[in-house]
Antibody, heavy 124, light 110 residues
Framework: QVQLQQSGPGLVKPSQTLSLTCAIS??????????WNWIRQSPSRGLEWLGR?????????DYAVSVKSRITINADTSKNQFSLQLNSVTPEDTAVYYC??????????????WGQGTQVTVSS | QSVLTQPPSASGTPGQRVTISCSGS????????VNWYQQLPGSAPKLLIY???QRPSGVPDRFSGSKSGTSASLAIIGLQSEDEADYYC???????????FGTGTKVTVL
């Protein structure tokens, strides 16, 4: 059974960096079959996919166009976890953030495991 | 902002059939497979249907999915009280180069 445990601050000041971590149990971040995603949900924007990282001989990342200039997703194999960094946040980045596993690496793969969600509020 | 459009709400009495539509375009639904998620209040979404019409292990067979052209549908046959939730379709979009979700449909069991 795969479990994803999120951690990170719930309050970030405008213009600062949002940082969240997702610890994986029951699978490996460097598996050749899955991809590791970040998704957020807000009343104004609905469910929004932010990006993913996956390993196949080397690490790859795909990012949503809407956040591409501000986002970094990294994997830490020593801790079996992956992280999200979103720079220069504004109140529009206020949302519940989820880490999630995509069953396969191919584009559009179903998301079969989700973290518990972290409410992040951007406010001074 | 979503490129996948769903009706905001749907309802039915226990035992009835409810169908939820998901309207997209040639760059998403026509070209790629559709997945459906169920989100109970206060919880993360849960995978309900993948690859247009496949049910993950543990999902009751009263849930079924289909796709035709630029649209997809989720049917709940034999509605139960525990099916009251929000439902989202999702697919990869080749133009946006991203995984896109539908606007969501809230199902109410009367």
């Amino acid at each position: 059974q795969v479990q994803l445990q999120q951690s990170g601050p719930g309050l970030v000041k405008p213009s600062q960096t949002l940082s969240l971590t997702c610890a994986i149990s029951g699978d490996s971040v460097s598996t050749n079959s899955a991809a590791w995603n970040w998704i957020r949900q807000s009343p104004s924007r609905g469910l929004e996919w932010l990006g993913r990282t996956y390993y196949t001989s080397k690490w790859y990342n795909d990012y949503a166009v809407s956040v591409k200039s501000r986002i970094t997703i990294n994997a830490d194999t020593s801790k079996n976890q992956f992280s999200l960094q979103l720079n220069s946040v504004t109140p529009e980045d206020t949302a519940v953030y989820y880490c999630a596993r995509a069953l396969w690496r191919r584009l559009g793969s179903p998301i079969d495991y989700w973290g518990q969600g972290t409410q992040v509020t951007v406010s001074s | 902002q979503s490129v996948l459009t769903q009706p905001p709400s749907a309802s039915g009495t226990p035992g009835q059939r409810v169908t939820i539509s998901c309207s997209g375009s040639s760059s998403n639904i026509r070209s790629n497979t559709v997945n459906w998620y169920q989100q109970l209040p206060g919880s993360a979404p849960k995978l309900l249907i993948y690859s247009n019409n496949q049910r993950p292990s543990g999902v009751p067979d009263r849930f079924s999915g289909s796709k035709s052209g630029t649209s997809a549908s989720l049917a709940i046959i034999g509605l139960q009280s525990e099916d009251e939730a929000d439902y989202y379709c999702a697919a990869w979009d080749d133009s946006l180069i991203g995984y896109v979700f539908g606007t969501g449909t809230k199902v109410t069991v009367l």
